[in-house]
């Protein structure tokens, strides 16, 4: 079992950062890979961005290139997701998921977290 809590959500101007946190327990919860997604209302959740737990490869939408930055720190068993120069969008709610097989499909992830909403404002 792994239990993902996130933290860092809330209100931002367009242009601005911010910096999501996931922390993971669980006694294998170190051996999963981590993804983030972003699911606005009506519409489909998206691959954000995923870290492989092996060996640090790190995945990203074209979307999110170049502004975010996924990461972690082992010791704390926490990932973090680095958000610059966000744009205006209707208030998705980013996801961090793990997997035990890295991938942009989120049916592939097995666990969630409850999902902090982020609020691009202009």
């Known amino acids: 079992q792994v239990t993902l809590v996130e933290s860092g959500g809330g209100l931002v101007q367009a242009g601005g950062s911010l910096r999501l946190s996931c922390a993971a327990s669980?006694?294998?919860?170190?051996?999963?890979?981590k993804g983030w997604f972003r699911q606005a209302p009506g519409k489909v959740r998206e691959f954000v961005s995923a870290i492989n737990w092996s060996n640090d490869n790190t995945y990203y939408a074209d979307s999110v290139k170049g502004r975010f930055t996924i990461s972690r720190d082992n010791a704390r068993n926490t990932v973090y997701l680095q958000m610059h120069n966000l744009k205006l969008t209707n208030a998705p709610v980013y996801y961090c998921?793990?997997?035990?097989?890295?991938?942009?499909?989120?049916?592939?992830?097995?666990?969630w977290g409850q999902g902090p909403q982020v609020t691009v404002s202009p």
């Open positions: 669980g006694r294998i919860s170190s051996t999963y890979s």
């Open positions: 998921a793990a997997t035990r097989s890295t991938s942009t499909n989120p049916t592939n992830y097995r666990y």
